[in-house]
């Protein structure tokens, strides 16, 4: 079935009335893009902050009546009509497997989609099989890329690895194909925890990792290297946290850093960790470090 799409243009006091308009005049989907790629990091607990400006895209069934839409929103909203176009039916599965193909991270990890061979890779290459799902991780973000890239230049052979804020899972799923002797994949997100059993057990680690909630009370080993890949505020608040779970002289692994960030970072772990190193990527950083000796 085709759609007829409707493309505007408002500001972010306007969106909401936007949207409601909309919904009135029989939009069936209504999503909102920014309009000037104003990237939102971090927004404060509680809030969904949108963009200043919004572009909104609404589908209609194909016989809806275009100018009865365009004057009704002219006369009620302050907005700017753009344009209505036909949105051929596709198989939306199929589309979103155009864009995800094998991707390689240092020399030999690679993620795979279900709908790839991994025949074609070297021979020792490894192969995480990872498919975009609704939990944060594929790879393809610069903070998953800097962290895949550091588990590959050093190998976590037979340690034991806390991933803490594991999204999808990867990184825990790399660690454990990397040699880890265990891995324990701790997140706060409902969808990632499960995001990330369903694809430990596609990769076949259901031995090496141990899945978690962060509200499981579950008492942590302590580990040899923990990677987190959040973002800057939590690890900021976590630095104690982690500073009693990683041994003296083990290893840590931070992302998710903005870099006009970075310094706030370095001053809170310099208390329990040496030997920072500062690794970028765009606008993102990677840190890792030794802890300290008490």
């Known amino acids: 079935m085709d759609w007829m799409q409707l493309s505007l243009q408002t500001d972010q006091a306007n969106a909401d009335l936007v949207s409601e308009v909309l919904m009135g005049l029989g939009s069936v989907s209504i999503t909102y893009l920014d309009t000037n790629d104003d990237a939102i990091y971090e927004p404060p607990v ?36 753009l344009n209505f176009e036909v949105l ?23 993620i795979c989609p279900s709908w790839e ?54 990184l825990a799923i790399a ?24 694809n430990v057990a596609n990769n076949h680690c259901e031995n090496i990792i141990a899945i978690h909630h962060t509200d499981d009370n579950e008492v942590l080993e302590k580990c040899d290297l923990l990677i987190a890949n959040i973002l800057a505020n939590p690890l900021i608040e976590l630095e104690s946290v982690f500073a009693d779970l990683v041994k003296e002289g083990g290893s840590i692994v931070l992302s998710g850093i903005l870099d ?15 030997s920072l190193e500062v690794q970028q990527k765009d606008e993102w950083c990677r840190v890792s470090g030794t802890r300290k000796n008490k």
């Open 46 to 81: 509680g809030e969904t902050p949108l963009w200043q400006h919004v572009t909104i895209n609404a589908l209609f069934d194909m016989g809806v009546d275009q100018g009865h839409i365009s004057k009704t929103l002219l006369d009620l909203c302050d907005t700017k009509i």
């Open 175 to 198: 660690a454990a194909k990397l040699g880890a002797k265990s891995v324990v994949a701790i997140d706060n997100d409902p969808q990632a925890v499960l995001a990330t059993r369903a």
């Open 117 to 170: 061979t991994a025949a074609n890779l070297p021979d020792d290459a490894i192969v995480i099989d990872m498919d975009p799902g609704l939990a944060f991780g594929t790879g393809t973000h610069q903070t998953t890329d800097l962290c895949l890239q550091h588990l590959d230049n050093y190998p976590p052979q037979d340690l034991v690895v806390i991933d803490y804020g594991s999204g999808t899972g990867i």
């Open 260 to 274: 006009e960030q970075l310094e706030m970072i370095l001053e809170a772990y310099q208390m329990h960790f040496e």
């Open 88 to 110: 051929a039916d596709r198989v939306w599965e199929d589309e979103c497997k155009k864009d995800f193909h094998a991707m390689q991270f240092g020399n030999r990890i690679w």
